[in-house]
Structures are given as C-alpha cells and as structure tokens.
C-alpha cells in the first residue's frame, strides 16, 4: 500500500547475518536493465522459462511493456488484453470509484459494471506512465560535482545537468524524462516514460469484496480480499497520448499479459514487476532509535483519537461514508501500518542488528587510513543529528500535520483563502459577482465534502491531542481556548468547537456571504475563532520545522559518504538500491510461512473462509447476497480447483508501498495474481527485509476473474483476454 515517506535511503537489507552481502533471492528490488547480467542465472535456477530480452529489452517488445504506473507513483497496474484494459487494486481505484458515487449510484457499496465500452468512465486528471526505457546518466550529472563542493554548490550543479538532459531526451514533450538519484546521490538514472491521460474505469467490486475484511485484516493474513480494479487507457485515433475525448480509442499495446488459469502451488516460481514507492533499507541504529521512540509514536497518537471518530460517524450514514471514504482509508492504512512496523522492529532486534553491521563497517574503514579520512566521520555525524533531535518539537512538528491532514475544518483557512489586505486596517470591498465566485468555490472546496457534526466532533479530538505535548510545544491556540473556556472546566474543546461551528465565517456559508459582502479587514478576519487555530497550527508548525528540515538535509551528505563506504566495502557484490517510485522487479516462490511458534499459514486461502468470517451488516465482514449464494451452492464456474475456489495466495517477494497492483507473474510470463499488501509480522520491512517472515500478500487471479464472471456478469471482458 503506498503512503507517505520522508527519508530516502539505499540499502541491503540483512536481518539474519551482520554482513552487507547479498540476500537470498526473495529479497531485492532490482532495475530491470540489471536483471540480465545481475540475477537472470538465479530466476532461471527457480524456473523462470523467459529469455533475458522476453523481460527487458527497448528495441522490442517485452514484458516491461505492460507495466503500468498509476500517477507519479502511488500504485501499479498491468496491461491484460490487446485493446488497453488494465488490472489494479480495489484500493488504488478507490479514489475514483468515490468520485463517480453518490447515494444514489453508490458504486463503493454496490460496485460498478460497464457493460459496454461506451458506459466506461473517464476520470479527470488520472494518467499512467509507461516506461520506454532508463539509463544510467551519473557521469553527466556528476561531471561538474567535486569532492570539496558545498551541498548547495553540488545541488545546483546536479539540477543543472538533470534540466538539460531532460530537456534533450524529452522530444519537444514528447516524452516524460524522469532522473532520480540512487544510493543518496552517489548514482543518477534517467526514466523515459509515455504518459496518458484518458483513464477509464471499466470494473470494480462492492468494497464488500474488494475491500472483505477491511482495516480489521488490513496487513494481516489469512485474507480473503478481492483486492482489484479494472481501467482501460483510450489514445488519439492515431494511437498516441491525448486527453480524453469520446473520439479516442482504446491502447494498441506493445505487450500484455497472458493469464493462467492453471493455478499456484507452494515453490512456484514468482516474479513482481512494479513501481515500489520508498523504502530505507539503509537507514542505520541511530535512525531506527528514531522511528521507534520519537517519529511514528508522533504519528500513531493523534490518530488514535481521530480514527475512531470517523469511523463510527461513517458507519451510521451512507453519505457520511461517501463524504471521507477515501482520505479515511489513507490515514487508517498509515496508522495501522506505523503501529506494526514499530512492534516489528522491536520484536526483530532490527536496532541491535543494524549496531552490529555497523560495527564490521567502522572496522574495515579504520584499518586504512585513505578510507578513515573518507568515511570515517560518517556514522559518528548521523549519530550526533539523531541524538540531538528536540523530541518535543518533532512531536509537535507530526502533530500539526496529522492534524492539517485530517480535519477539512481546520485546514480550510489555509486552502480556502479569501482575499485579504495587504495592511491590517486596510478594507476590501467585492463586488457582488466576486462574492458569488467565492461562494461557488466554497461549495466546492468544503460546503459540499463534509459533514458538519462528523467535523466539531474531530474538531474537538485535535484540540485534546496536544495534551500530549509540554505546554511550550503546544499551539497558542490551546492555552487561549483554555482561559477563554475555563468555565467549561475538562469540556473546555468541547466548548471552543461549538463556538468554532456556531460562529466562524467558515462552517457556514450565509456567515461567509455576509462577511465577504461588507467590507472587511484583515483583522476582523484574524478575529474568527478558526483562523486563529489554522493560524496557530502553522506557526506551531513553521517553529517546528527547523527540527525535522535539520534531521533531514543535516543528514544527507553523512548518509552519502556511509552509503559509499558500503558500497565500496561490498564493491564485488551486485546491490539493489532503494526503492524510489521507479520500476523494480522482485522474484521469489510460492510460499507459507511461521509467524509464531507453533503456528503454521497456508500459502493459499479460498472462499470458504469468506464464509466463515462473515458478520452480516458488518461493514468490514458483511458478505453480499449473492457472492454468498455463489460460494454455498459451490457454482465457481472453470474458476475453482478441484472443487474450491482460490482467494488469495503468499509469496516471498520483496515488495513495498507502490507495489499494490502490481502483476505476479509465473515462470511463463502469464499473470497469477494482484500484490495487494504486506504481512503484520513484518511491517519493519520499509527498513529490513526478514527472509523468514516477509510475505507479499495477492490476490488470486482466478479469484478475480470469477468476481467479473460468475458475480459480476461482466464476462465478455474475458473474451479480450488471453486466458491459458
């Protein structure tokens, strides 16, 4: 699942031994142009059947070609048929599905079908990339950089040389040229991508199926979640990109993936191609101290208290669900995610073993001194910033933005702005066709997307928060609400939020037409009692930022010079750098696990378990009508294996944030799956790749195309398929 990351890191991941080597083949997420010459051998060891240039290749078509990246970045899809349809998660379309719902036509609850081309959906400001081919350009982005530079000389240096290659590789916009740093800016590599823009949802589940289990089973197996959306990307007549248009057709493209029917068994061979986000497998002790006592503390505590504010306001009502569906699944992913990546840090000693490669790294640079005058200083810098960190600011600093993140209310001062003077006694006067416009953007930005009772209630939840935090870390807004309020006693939020809702300028529209249609100053406008909040959360924030703007530029050229010496310590070993939202390709098997003693997974699930999870009217385990039928009276179609029908499956691919969507493909190059998440025991796997326990969770293409057939009745879509 993607989500977002602050730190970017290289490195290999090495849980089990104290050395920088290679891993087992499970772990790594390698660039596609090395695959030849760095991993081919050992794929073909575990059964892949494709040549090298089947997988890569930019003079002919291969399977890279059907690789997909929604956005810049935030999820993966796959080409499946010859006419553009494409597969993704349920959870990466389901910002579009809630754009195209109403309580009317409620597709997130009852799931959307186009029985035609022509009842396909656009979705406004939606594009894929797909890649034409990437390059290593570090010696012309680095011509000019030497070693004595400042970081600010050096950076004007690099970007200079990344414009101008840009704009030579882009032909005229022809082309979408991405160049990114690996290894902290020790190597760059140049991206090539075609970009569309007319995106047209074809197919997508009841959240019932594609969402079965919801924040309950998010990160956790066994899982029983038809995790998958279809789209279909349009081109000009001619072929090439264009925004959408009704006289556009459907993609002629270069490859798409076979799918098999056939099924998986434990050992199979895996491959996942996609676009993982960010992971810091890199990071050292002293930032894994960090994470775990200051950083995802800061964000797992207010969302403590907000989450389950929304959640039960959108359970009582459909038009509440519709209003904060998406934006709620975001943040209750994060929060979930950051309370079992630190419980899986802490549980795997992940500090203590990061301490002891660090040790074998300090030894082989003091034992010369050319190599203790280069690196020598650099474990010893990063520890000094990460210890010198304000824990307090840094709280207050996470805080702010969890806050701002997830209250429209709080937030709209700042992203609604009305005109204001320049001079605080200054007037400004709109004519009434101004205030109209005004009026209209309102609606748009805020009277139409939220529910006023749901937001005093989170209004009241961010206030409490900062009791969390010494009194000198905490907006001015919490001791003026405090005074202001004291009568109210403990109830004292209670008391500001009411007045928040009963008198700003902001929760209502005629106040807001009023006040716009008088002339007005700036500090009558500072006067309103949310602005003064809005206003005091960005100071808070702005005096906060110091903390983590140090942590995170003080850090960059340490981590450099650490990242160098590794890599010249293991200078005969093939490493794969961090993710970074660029395409990756991941190979493993088939696979169970143990997570516990005396506890043995399956690597497979099937519908039986739907069945047996199943808590009718529960949101997260309600079962529909006639999936259930489907499953009781076992009519699964060709879908079913020897009479049971496949959910899901594990395998021990390397995958991350950005990976959902992504195709599991088999030895054959045919599609067997949809990654769609990663495994409770090992959420520290951002950081540490555990050989033993990481597992990516799929969901079963067999799974999937029962959902359109036999469920949905969409099965004219398997015609343009190529099914095996």
Same mark, same amino acid.
């Given at each position: 699942?993607?989500m977002?990351?602050?730190l970017?890191a290289?490195m290999?991941?090495?849980?089990l ?12 997420m390698?660039l ?8 081919y ?9 494709l040549?090298?240039e089947?997988l890569?290749?930019i003079?002919?078509s @291969?399977?890279?070609d059907?690789i *997909?990246?929604?956005g810049?970045?935030f999820?993966?899809?796959e080409?499946v048929s010859r ?11 389901y910002s579009? /599905?809630v ?7 409620d597709?997130l609850k009852?799931g ?7 009842e396909e ?9 797909m890649l034409?081919y990437m390059?290593?350009?570090?010696a012309t982005?680095?011509a000019?950089?030497t070693?004595d ?5 050096r950076?004007d240096h690099v970007?200079?040389?990344i414009?101008?290659?840009?704009e ?6 022809r082309y979408?040229v991405v160049i ?11 991206f ?6 007319d995106?047209?949802l074809?197919g997508a589940p ?5 969402k ?7 990160w ?6 038809g995790d998958?959306?279809i789209?279909r990307?349009?081109?000009a =007549? ?5 925004e959408y248009?009704p006289e556009?057709i ?6 798409y993936?076979?799918?098999?029917t056939k099924?998986?068994k ?6 996942v191609?996609g676009?993982?986000g960010?992971?810091?497998?890199f990071?050292?002790?002293y930032?894994v101290?960090?994470t775990?006592?200051?950083?995802n ?6 969302f403590?208290?907000i /989450?389950?504010?929304?959640?039960e #306001?959108?359970n ?6 519709l209003l904060y569906?998406?934006d709620f699944a ?5 929060w ?5 990546e ?9 500090k203590?073993?990061?301490?002891k490669q ?11 001194e050319?190599?203790?005058?280069k &690196? ?5 810098k /990063?520890?000094?910033?990460?210890e010198?960190?304000?824990?307090n600011?840094?709280?207050t600093f ?5 806050v701002?993140?997830? @209250?429209k ?8 702005r009305?005109?204001? =003077?320049?001079i605080?006694e ?9 205030v ?8 748009e ?10 937001e ?20 001015s807004?919490?001791?003026y609400a405090? #005074?202001t309020?004291k009568k109210a ?5 209670e ?5 928040v809702?009963?008198?700003?300028i902001?929760t209502s529209?005629?106040r807001?037409?009023k ?9 009558m406008y ?12 960005i100071?808070?924030?702005f005096?906060s ?9 003080k850090i960059?050229l340490?981590?450099?010079s &650490?990242l160098a ?8 070993? =093939?490493?794969?750098p961090d993710?970074?939202s ?10 169970d696990y143990?997570?516990i ?5 399956l690597?497979?699930?099937?519908a ?12 997260e ?9 489907l499953i009781e009276?076992?009519?699964f179609g ?6 049971v029908? =496949? ?8 995958i ?5 969507g992504?195709?599991?493909i088999?030895a054959?190059?045919?599609l067997?799956g949809?990654?769609?998440d990663?495994?409770w025991?090992?959420?520290s796997?951002d /950081?540490?790749?555990?050989?033993e ?7 079963? *293409? ?6 359109i057939?036999?469920y ?12 095996r």
């Amino acid at each position: 699942r993607f989500m977002k990351k602050f730190l970017l890191a290289m490195m290999m991941a090495f849980v089990l031994s104290p050395s920088f080597a290679i891993n087992p083949p499970d772990e790594g997420m390698w660039l596609p142009m090395f695959i030849k010459g760095y991993n081919y051998s050992e794929m073909q060891r575990l059964g892949l059947k494709l040549t090298a240039e089947q997988l890569y290749d930019i003079n002919n078509s @291969s399977l890279k070609d059907a690789i *997909v990246q929604l956005g810049d970045g935030f999820c993966t899809g796959e080409i499946v048929s010859r006419d553009g349809l494409m597969f993704t998660n349920h959870h990466c379309g389901y910002s579009f /599905i809630v754009d195209h719902s109403t309580t009317e036509h409620d597709y997130l609850k009852n799931g959307f079908w186009a029985m035609s081309r022509e009842e396909e959906l656009p979705n406004e400001g939606f594009h894929v990339n797909m890649l034409e081919y990437m390059q290593d350009v570090t010696a012309t982005v680095l011509a000019e950089v030497t070693a004595d530079m400042k970081e600010s000389q050096r950076r004007d240096h690099v970007t200079k040389a990344i414009n101008k290659l840009k704009e030579e590789h882009s032909k005229e916009g022809r082309y979408n040229v991405v160049i990114k740093p690996f290894y902290e800016g020790n190597e760059y590599y140049m991206f090539v991508y075609t970009t569309y823009k007319d995106i047209r949802l074809v197919g997508a589940p009841p959240s019932a199926v594609g969402k079965f289990g919801g924040d309950t089973d998010n990160w956790m197996w066994p899982r029983h979640t038809g995790d998958f959306t279809i789209f279909r990307i349009y081109t000009a =007549p001619d072929g090439s990109p264009a925004e959408y248009s009704p006289e556009n057709i459907p993609l002629k493209p270069k490859h798409y993936l076979p799918i098999s029917t056939k099924g998986v068994k434990m050992g199979d061979f895996s491959m996942v191609w996609g676009y993982p986000g960010t992971t810091e497998r890199f990071m050292t002790s002293y930032e894994v101290a960090k994470t775990i006592n200051i950083d995802n503390p800061s964000l797992v505590e207010p969302f403590d208290q907000i /989450i389950p504010i929304y959640r039960e #306001e959108m359970n009582k009502s459909d038009r509440v669900r519709l209003l904060y569906a998406d934006d709620f699944a975001s943040w209750a992913n994060t929060w979930k995610n950051k309370q079992g990546e630190t419980n899986s840090l802490i549980a795997l000693r992940v500090k203590e073993k990061k301490e002891k490669q660090e040790e074998i790294l300090t030894n082989w640079i003091n034992a010369d001194e050319s190599r203790k005058e280069k &690196y020598g200083d650099a474990l010893p810098k /990063i520890k000094a910033i990460c210890e010198g960190i304000n824990a307090n600011e840094m709280k207050t600093f996470w805080y702010a933005n969890v806050v701002l993140m997830s @209250s429209k209310t709080v937030m709209l001062p700042y992203s609604f702005r009305i005109p204001l =003077p320049d001079i605080g006694e200054k007037k400004v006067s709109l004519t009434a066709e101004d205030v109209q416009q005004w009026l209209k953007e309102y609606d748009e930005s805020y009277g139409k997307i939220v529910d006023l009772p749901t937001e005093e209630k989170v209004l009241v939840a961010t206030l409490q928060i900062w009791n969390n935090v010494p009194e000198e870390n905490q907006p001015s807004i919490v001791k003026y609400a405090k #005074e202001t309020y004291k009568k109210a006693g403990t109830r004292w939020a209670e008391a500001f939020a009411a007045d928040v809702m009963e008198k700003s300028i902001f929760t209502s529209r005629e106040r807001l037409e009023k006040f716009l249609s008088k002339s007005y100053t700036k500090k009558m406008y500072d006067e309103d009692l949310l602005v003064k909040y809005n206003s005091s959360l960005i100071q808070a924030l702005f005096m906060s930022q110091s903390t983590y703007r140090d942590a995170s530029t003080k850090i960059n050229l340490p981590r450099r010079s &650490y990242l160098a010496a590794i890599r010249e310590m293991e200078q005969n070993k =093939p490493m794969y750098p961090d993710a970074n939202s660029t395409m990756r390709v991941t190979y493993g098997q088939v696979l169970d696990y143990y997570p516990i003693d005396g506890v043995h997974y399956l690597h497979y699930t099937t519908a039986q378990g739907i069945l047996e999870k199943e808590i009718p009217n529960d949101p997260e385990f309600d079962v529909p009508a006639k999936l259930k039928t489907l499953i009781e009276t076992k009519d699964f179609g060709p879908y079913a294996e020897n009479g049971v029908l =496949p959910v899901c499956f594990l395998s021990n691919n390397d995958i991350t944030g950005g990976n959902s969507g992504s195709p599991v493909i088999n030895a054959n190059g045919e599609l067997i799956g949809l990654a769609f998440d990663g495994n409770w025991e090992a959420l520290s796997s951002d /950081i540490v790749f555990n050989t033993e326990l990481q597992r990516c969770i799929n969901v079963d *293409v067999r799974y999937v195309l029962f959902i359109i057939d036999k469920y949905a009745g969409a099965g004219y879509l398997l015609k343009e398929m190529d099914l095996r």
